[in-house]
């Protein structure tokens, strides 16, 4: 399952023997996928249509004809596993996924229930990686076409066994923005006087699947209730081509459950690891899980910085499903967390120089408001970044509250550490520019605290020099300089 660049590879995958799934997600790699679903066409909407079914029924065939793509097909086994590609169009991407196709291979003993399938990479694949290919499938399409030769096999119960098993797996309640695909289910090569008998045969007998599991029938549990069943003209004939048509305007009909190809990535990506770890919680919580720890991966520098990342390459703030920069003014200043008063000293000296030289002696009151205004407008942009990438899931998330607590808490940290002393000075009467925490008995006012201003009455020191005239009192001090 993992893919480093877009290629499976069984040393990378070995590497990732009993990995966590927020590592798998992180370690996946589409190739040169990757940059359109997270960098050039990462807001468009995705609806994604995928092909399933019997060996050599015309699955890659099919997806061709319908969405221009350019799948492998032959009269032979072509397929394995799942290949994906991607078409755009002109207010969406369609993501085509073509399944490797499955023939029974006889009565031999079933594997937790199900017979054994032609295989993935083998020449046999268990019934475990079978159920995993339908959950993948139906987990993230919009539009299944589930293509079969009726004529030839008619146990419609065998058909969806894998279906109906993998109800057992993965919970689609407990992800509720999952599983919405309508399932259509093609008949092919059926003649025309036929049809309307076929189709409502095959109807009668997935009515039956249902009637015996109850609530617990993959139709509602994968399909959330939604199915056709469809008897397709006979190749050659010209309703064969046609019928692509009306196929493509119920895959647009369909809605939209991924908003965005970069929420589709992260969505396929999560999917996969959890397959792969074989984690059948929530998906909705491992999106959160992994989100939340996203950002609080950037949190400390985006607050000090204003910037996601710093190495190895300076990162904007964004929003990782779309890549929109987060817009807000701010102005670049660096501030501190934490409880260095070393660092304190230092980030608090270099804002101190937003006025010139020597801030004790200009406008304190003045500089400290600037400080204040910028702190606000990074607190304000940084809230934006959070707001932008975690609205998509619940508020009441422990993750999401957990997030929200450690914001706080560093940006009241940050806020404490941006604030001058301003007690008077032990050796003049300028105010104290240290830390307001720091802990030295000493107040300092970064200054020589010698007066530099001239004297008021220099009229009548003609005598000095122009080195000479300046007041040699504390500085702060009241009255006249002298």
Known sequence: MPLKDGVLDPGFEQQLLGAEVPQIIDSLSLGWYESIFSTYLTTKPVKVISSMGEQSVG??????????????????????????????????????????????????????????FIGVHSIERTAQE????????????????????????????????????????????????????????????????????IALEFESKLSQIVNREQSKNFITKLHNGAVNVVAWSVIGSRQ??????????????????????????MTLKTLMAKLKAQDWGSMDQTLVKHRVGALRACLHTALTTGLAELEPVVEE??????????????????????????EQDTVLERLGNLSGGEPA?????????????????RLRRVEAWLDSNISRFSSESPDIRGLRREYEELSENM????????????????????????????????????????????NEHKELDEEQDGCGLLAGHGGHHL
């Open 59 to 116: 699955k890659s065939y099919s997806l061709n004809h319908l969405i221009d793509s350019s799948f492998a097909g032959s009269a032979v086994r072509t397929t394995e596993g799942v290949w994906l590609s991607v078409c755009p169009t002109k207010d969406l991407l369609v993501v085509a996924l073509d399944f490797e196709g499955w023939t029974p291979t006889g009565p031999g003993p079933p594997t937790l229930g199900l017979p054994n």
């Open 130 to 197: 079978d159920m995993l290919l339908v959950l993948f499938n139906t987990a993230l399409s919009n539009l299944v076409i589930f293509r079969n030769n009726y004529a030839l096999n008619r146990d419609v119960t065998n058909m969806f066994t894998s279906f109906q098993a993998s109800t057992e797996i993965f919970h689609p309640a407990m992800n509720p923005k999952l599983f919405k695909g309508l399932l259509a289910v093609v008949i092919k090569d059926v003649v025309e006087g036929d049809k309307q008998e």
């Open 240 to 265: 064969f081509y046609t019928m692509f048509s009306d196929l493509r305007k119920v895959l647009y009909a369909q809605p939209t459950t991924h908003e965005s190809a970069g929420e589709f990535l």
């Open 317 to 342: 703030l964004r929003n990782i499903d779309d890549q929109e920069l987060i817009q807000g003014k701010d102005s670049g200043e660096r501030f501190y967390i934490g409880k260095s008063p070393t």
């Open 361 to 377: 002696r200009g406008d304190v009151e003045q500089l400290t408001q600037e400080i204040a205004t910028r702190l606000a407008c």
């Open 415 to 458: 806020k404490a550490n941006s604030q001058f002393c301003l007690i008077g000075c032990s050796s003049c009467r300028l105010p104290c520019m240290l830390s307001k925490s720091h802990n030295s008995t000493a107040h300092n006012c970064r200054t020589s605290h010698i007066c530099v201003e001239k004297c008021d009455f220099l």
